[in-house]
């Protein structure tokens, strides 16, 4: 009797489970496994270019592509439909579009903001987490700024904006400000110089990966374009008029109409009652990217915490190291279904670029500092490359950078 076909179930169809997906049905036939994704949209999105939809620099749109496009119908089988429990012992995912059994499992759920327990922040703070929610900012950034040039009594706090945190997401959010704000004020007729924008962090130090001649750049960039730093500044609490933070010891009011959380991410939810020993939605994986009792099971993405052999720390979560896992697991799933052994998660950093909006940057790449024009430069490369990898050439000239 002919053996019945491994049935592969990835969840996810962020950068790692596309890129493993995409990865698999060029490598595998449709004979050697029943490949099926499942996600909650029937679209990708650019989770790196959120900070641009969230500005209004980019639109949405551009953001996203159909999960469909980038698939061979042939080989994978799409489910448009929200995870709600993966039963880990009984090889069964929940969805709300039915049960599905599996003999091979990739977890990529990707991201969700993590407030650290901010009182209000959930509430009263704009969080740079999905298209939608940064759809929603940048329509609300445009509103204040409409509503204060036809309102009498003009309120300075419709176009005071508050940042919450000064890392990646902060940093490259506040650069395609500096470039939003000069067209809103342009199409309303708002004088710039009123415009205020604060950028609150806690830490002593941004941009921590970076070194201080980088950090250097970025900051006076953006303060030469009106942002305001206060850093080493917690915020304990956000409220309908902005954020308390606490300055030497004594609590004090920010107001801002616009009021933006990008301090921190944790993984999906899901991951907390699905795996013992998970921390804000992150696993430690095996080298293999498979989970500790459980070689069936891979987790990739922002719920894995990878630690490379040797290290104390796990790697961080970027577009980079998912995409890199997909490609990992794609390969070790190939090798499972052809009686060979997985392979270990070897990650090549090529290096990181942070946007200060669409001319100018800070990075390292290949371990050299890069900064300005030529910074810009390569995060439109890296930006086109992500699409490439998983749309091929058609989807990057369409959705590509250049």
Known sequence: MAQSRKKVLVLGAGYAGLQTVTKLQKQLSKEDAEITLINKNDYHYEATWLHEASAGTLSYED???????VLDKDKVNFVK????KIDRNAQKVETDAGVFDYDILVVGLGFESETFGIDGMKDHAFQIENILTSRKLSRHIEDKFANYASSKEKDDKDIAILVGGAGFTGIEFLGELTERIPELCNKYGVEQSRVHITCVEAAPKMLPQFSDELVNHAVSFLEDRGVEFKIATPIVA???????????GKKEQLEANTVVWAAGVRGNHIM?????????GRIVNNQDLTIKGHDEIFVIGDCSAFIPEGEERPLPTTAQIAMQQGETVAQ??????HGEPTVPFNYVD???VCSLGSHDGVGVVYGRDIKGKKAAFMKKVIDTRAVFKLGGVGLAFKKGKF
């Open 63 to 69: 953001a996203l592509y159909p999960v469909e496009s």
């Open 81 to 84: 439909a929200e995870v709600k």
């Open 238 to 248: 956000a409220n309908e008029k902005g954020f308390v933070v606490e300055v030497d």
């Open 272 to 280: 907390d009652d699905a795996f013992d020993g998970v921390k804000r």
């Open 332 to 337: 070790s799933i190939y090798n499972i279904l």
């Open 350 to 352: 090529r290096g990181t």
